[in-house]
């Protein structure tokens, strides 16, 4: 399977804790998403990278969240002292530019945070 | 900021036309698109539509653009039970679709 990976695919955890989540996107993509989707709600954009550079940030992404794609290619979200309200889907998806459609974001199945 | 809205629900026969309405705030969206969201799976691209076209078609799909009123609408023709899924409008105004506003989805469901 060539697509976009993400683990764990569920996570339950404790309010307090610290959680992290992978994402390996499709390997010759150079762009790299994040977004996270709430119950009954569209998907909402976190962050994203093209190659190891952050070129966004939401200001849904508060203090506490932190992503990282150190050499371009896989990358880690961080969630420090998870809340009840960090509870949802954290969705990564990828993209080559300059090829295919523009605005073609190639998804993973999605990591499902569960704070307790 | 930029808004997508749908509506939350659609049921249609086996067989009939589906329509799936989308509208927007965004005037400087570029690029508008359709995702389908199946269980337990990511969100796929159906179709896309420049801002500049008023009409889309590929095979059961048509896209319809009326960019004055930034409505978006979605016919799936000969709806069949496996187009059973959660439908997202999206836009972006970047051109190079950095980002994509989603609207809330429009679950459809197909009855026999």
């Known amino acids: 399977d060539t697509g976009v990976s993400q683990d764990p695919r569920h996570k339950i955890t404790k309010r307090g804790q610290n959680v992290t989540f992978r994402c390996d996107p499709i390997s010759e993509h150079n762009r790299l998403y994040w977004y996270r989707q709430t119950l009954g709600q569209g998907p909402e954009f976190l962050t994203y990278f093209q190659n190891e550079a952050q070129l966004e940030k939401s200001r849904l992404l508060s203090d506490r969240f932190s992503a990282e794609r150190p050499k371009g290619s896989f990358s880690t979200l961080e969630i420090q002292r998870t809340e009840q309200g960090d509870s949802a889907m954290y969705l990564c998806?990828?993209?080559?530019?300059?090829?295919?459609?523009?605005?073609?974001?190639?998804f993973g199945e999605g990591s499902r945070l569960t704070v307790l | 900021g930029e808004d997508v809205e749908q509506s939350l629900f659609l049921s249609v026969r086996e067989g009939d036309s589906s329509v799936i309405n989308c509208t927007y705030t965004d005037s400087s969206s570029t690029y508008l698109y359709w995702y389908k969201q199946e269980p337990g799976a990511g969100l796929q691209l159906l179709t896309y539509i420049f801002s500049n076209m008023d009409m889309k078609q590929d095979q059961r799909l048509t896209v319809l653009l009326n960019k004055k009123d930034k409505h978006l609408s979605l016919r799936i023709a000969d709806t069949q039970t496996g187009d059973s899924a959660i439908y997202f409008c999206?836009?972006?105004?970047?051109?190079?679709?950095?980002?994509?506003?989603f609207g809330t989805g429009t679950r459809l469901q197909v009855t026999l």
């Open positions: 998806a990828s993209s080559r530019t300059g090829t295919g459609v523009s605005g073609e974001l190639f």
């Open positions: 999206a836009e972006s105004s970047s051109g190079t679709a950095s980002k994509l506003t």
